[in-house]
């Protein structure tokens, strides 16, 4: 069975290459970027303020605690004692100005849990090959009383605008949120991006859509292909702006002395294995063809 989080989903749409690599190959960096980590960081703080806001001082304090304790810093991407601490304390502060900003919210659940086999939601047949899971970063009640999905996104610069109508992650959420499509007049659902800014003021900005039947029909269309190519070992390497950001560019463009700075020696050397060995499977492919 091949199990499709919204992760696994975008990072194949993205490039298949760095999806064989990641979840096929395994290969992981020796230490978590710190990128990453105060993201992570921050979901973890805003989600538990939000979830308990009437202690939220106490809560917040305990809540970087454990996070902390649970990435230390030899696991992490950072200098020194000094910077590691300095960014418990930024994301600490950063996290108190983003609830601040959200206010009171209805809040029914963080991380919520879902998982479903893939159901096609017009003929209802479920395919017991895929399955889909998703963890919901936030679910909200609003003044009507209708729940909305929440995906927290964590960055650097404001984004660009509308992404809530296209995002896969939103999409996938709202399906297993509708399953098992046993009502021929399926809601519309609210969903919404909310984007945690880390500029030098901390800002928060709101970016809502909706999903209906025509996303879940698409949907499922996307991870019906996209299994097909990974069940016949279809990988291949899309270059483009995302590479500049992909912490697998330095095996694909060749780039020895970082590559084994961020997966290791043993790392470098299990992929040029890997490489290799599919390089001779391919060969095989093309002199069948030939001949």
């Not at 290969?27 to 805003?46: D, F, M, P, Q």
């Not at 299994?227 to 990988?235: P, S, V």
Request: proline residues 4%; contains cysteine; aromatic residues 10%.
């Amino acid at each position: 069975m091949i199990r499709f989080s919204k992760s696994k989903l975008n990072t194949f749409i993205s490039c298949p290459e760095k999806y064989y690599l990641h979840y096929e190959l395994g290969v992981r960096a020796t230490k978590t970027s710190r990128t990453l980590v105060e993201g992570s960081c921050i979901h973890h703080l805003v989600e538990s303020g939000l979830m308990f806001r009437n202690n939220m001082s106490d809560v917040l304090q305990q809540a970087s605690r454990n996070f902390w304790n649970d990435h230390p810093r030899e696991r992490c991407d950072y200098e020194d004692d000094v910077d590691y601490l300095a960014a418990q304390d930024l994301c600490l502060r950063q996290s108190i100005a983003f609830l601040e900003q959200l206010g009171p919210l209805q809040t029914i659940s963080v991380e919520l849990h879902l998982e479903s086999n893939l159901i096609n939601p017009i003929t209802l047949e479920e395919d017991f090959s895929i399955s889909l899971i998703g963890y919901i970063d936030l679910v909200i009640r609003d003044l009507d009383g209708n729940p909305w999905l929440i995906d927290l996104k964590t960055v650097k610069k404001s984004p660009r605008e509308g992404m809530s109508k296209v995002a896969l992650e939103l999409s996938m959420y709202s399906y297993l949120y509708s399953v098992p499509f046993n009502d021929i007049n399926i809601p519309a659902i609210p969903v919404a991006l909310i984007y945690l800014i880390r500029t030098k003021t901390p800002q928060v900005k709101w970016d809502e859509s909706r999903r209906s039947l025509g996303h879940y029909v698409d949907l499922h269309a996307t991870c019906k292909s996209v299994a097909d190519l990974i069940q016949q070992g279809h990988f291949w390497r899309n270059p483009g702006l995302h590479c500049s950001y992909c912490d697998m560019s330095s095996l694909c463009y060749g780039e020895d002395a970082v590559a084994i700075e961020v997966f290791g020696e043993e790392g470098l050397e299990s992929y040029r294995a890997n490489q290799s060995r599919r390089d001779t499977i391919n060969l095989e492919d093309l002199e069948e063809v030939a001949f």
